[in-house]
């Protein structure tokens, strides 16, 4: 089996990447270190791992951008499996293996021998994710976080904080829509609207805590206009996974995906990764991709 690094050298420190690849060299692999130099390498040479047909583990080292290419690159080949060195800052997908995740999946000997499971993937627009699809208000918060990554003594969670005070503040904070879904139609204005196979985006927040990542369903939240004191009073709630408690706001749907239509331009974010459209169809992909972790951790919510 080969196994092949693929850094992101813009994602961690010059010294932590360093140090990765002395981690790599030790283990005694069977394995290539490749260092992307712009946006879709990481793709293109999963893409080539998978297609040689050898049996292959790959691996992002990055952030959650990082991964999402390389599970673009990978998908449907049977004999690629893909998982995450975290030297990224969001790192959002491993949430779902619980707390100490990102040093367990820094422990290259015990992820390079370990487990592997067949992960349900979605599609947009022909984008494919491993983790949460999102459109509206967070999707917003999501892509205007870059315009305050480089404010001087501002952090990633920073940024993001800045972003979503601006955006709700300043901001539309709903637009109108046209939803599709399983036996739910829906025209009007929403705040946000979130499909999920994974658990955690943004940095933290779950809005769906119970799915599953392989059990070929997507669980969908559509969230109605709701107004700005409304907002700072349900984010908390949505944040932690309670939709319950506000059927009469939040729409929730366990099944194949959505159709998501509006007059203005929607922004949306696949895994951390933008895109535009008037249109999205998000539906549970024909495809699946293999991932992989170390032995003795598990992806099952906990009770």
Not at 143 to 159: H, S
Not at 231 to 252: D, S, T, W
């Amino acid at each position: 089996m080969k196994h092949v690094f693929i850094i992101n050298p813009n994602a961690g420190k010059k010294k932590s990447t360093r140090l990765l690849e002395e981690q790599i060299q030790a283990l005694g692999l069977y394995c290539e270190i490749i260092y992307t130099k712009q946006a879709g390498d990481a793709r293109r040479i999963a893409r080539e791992a998978a297609e040689g047909g050898e049996e292959v583990r790959l691996y992002a080292c990055g952030g959650d951008g990082t991964l999402n290419e390389v599970v673009n690159g990978a998908a449907g080949h049977d004999n690629a499996a893909v998982t995450n060195v975290p030297i990224g800052t969001g790192n959002d997908f491993l949430k779902i293996f619980g707390k100490g995740c990102r040093a367990r999946f820094f422990d290259l000997a015990a992820l390079s021998a370990g487990p592997q499971a067949a992960m349900d993937l979605i599609d947009c627009n022909g984008h494919l994710g491993i983790d949460i699809v999102c459109t509206g208000l967070d999707a917003r918060v999501a892509v205007d976080k870059d315009k305050y990554n480089d404010f001087p003594l501002v952090t990633g969670i920073g940024a993001y904080a800045i972003s979503a005070v601006a955006n709700v503040l300043f901001k539309q904070i709903a637009q109108p829509v046209t939803v599709d879904m399983e036996n739910f139609h829906y025209e009007g204005e929403a705040t946000i609207i979130c499909v999920c196979s994974g658990r955690y985006y943004g940095g933290g927040f779950m809005p769906v805590g119970d799915n599953m990542p392989d059990d070929g369903l997507l669980e969908t939240l559509v969230v109605r206009k709701v107004d700005r004191l409304t907002f700072f009073q349900l984010v908390g709630e949505y944040g932690k996974g309670r939709y319950a408690k506000y059927p009469e706001l939040i729409q929730f749907n366990r099944g194949g995906g959505v159709t998501v239509r509006s007059p203005q331009e929607l922004v949306a974010v696949v895994d951390g990764e933008p895109l535009r459209a008037y249109e999205l169809n998000i539906r549970l992909s024909d495809k699946k991709v293999n991932f992989f972790y170390p032995a003795g951790m598990s992806y099952e919510p906990k009770g």
